[in-house]
């Protein structure tokens, strides 16, 4: 009986959310800060394809039995968020940490790319 | 150079999100434009406020209770860097939960989980309902 009540609140689509994001650059690559408070590190996919960096997350702050909700300005939800990523980033080396609900993720630049000076030689 | 271009793009597929987003409820009340959104509510033994304040530890939060209300107050950190694109809210903030029911000031608690804050103020004894026994003299 749980199962099926589980199973059907599964189904039920969560309403989607696009997340707040901020993403900047620093000397050691980029840097993309999500805000998804109420995803659990077990929740949380990051998917890369080609171009694409897909971070999918299920909020499940459902409401507990027996309360009577006086005042709901969020709930849960999925967190659906695309970046594009460029050519100059290391696939091999991004890294994800979550953090009182906000996942930032380093996606350093490949190492050919990174500036560098060109030493000039005397002929 | 890492883009977010997906929003600009015309791309067929993002049409239903285009719509899904439009008719979106919370957007037409002007309830989420205060920050950080709350969510009250009470059962038989207390009362629960709950907050969404990710990229907040519990010792930068400032909880204070004083008679009448609950005042939740911080200061998210600008990230330092170059930016190409910025929706995450910073600076301070700050909400005001009015109590109008007797507390158990003692017993008041507050975790932190995920980035979700809840607060938890428990009923006071005395002002729960009681059964008067009624003695036939």
């Known amino acids: 009986m749980t199962e099926q009540t589980a199973a059907k609140t599964e189904s039920k689509p969560l309403p989607r959310v696009s997340p707040a994001t901020d993403i900047l650059e620093r000397e050691d690559g980029f840097y993309v800060y999500m805000d998804i408070p109420g995803v659990r590190r077990e929740d949380l996919k990051i998917d890369i394809n080609e171009n694409e960096l897909l971070v999918t997350g299920r909020a499940m702050q459902g409401p507990a039995e027996k309360e009577t909700f006086l005042e709901v300005q969020f709930g849960p939800g999925e967190y659906v968020r695309a970046v594009s990523i460029s050519d100059l980033v290391d696939r091999e080396n991004i890294k994800a940490v979550l953090k009182d609900g906000v996942l930032s993720i380093h996606l350093p630049r490949l190492e050919k790319a990174s500036p560098r000076r060109i030493p000039i030689q005397t002929a | ?137």
């Open chain 2, 1 to 137: 150079m890492v883009l977010d271009f997906n929003t600009l793009y015309a791309f067929p597929g993002r049409f239903d999100r285009l719509l899904e987003d439009f008719f979106k409820p919370q957007l037409a009340d002007g309830r989420r434009m205060a920050y950080p959104p709350l969510n009250l509510s009470e059962d038989e033994t207390a009362y629960y406020v709950r907050s969404e304040v990710p990229g907040m530890p519990l010792d930068a939060l400032d909880l204070t209770l004083t008679d009448k209300s609950l005042v939740i107050k911080g200061e998210r950190p600008v990230e330092q860097g170059k930016y190409f694109r910025q929706e995450r809210p910073a600076g301070f903030f700050q909400r005001v939960v009015a109590l109008n029911a007797p507390v158990d000031r003692d017993g008041v608690r507050a975790t932190l989980v995920d980035g979700v804050l809840t607060v938890i103020l428990p009923k006071c004894e005395e002002c729960k309902p009681r059964k008067i026994s009624v003695d036939v003299g």
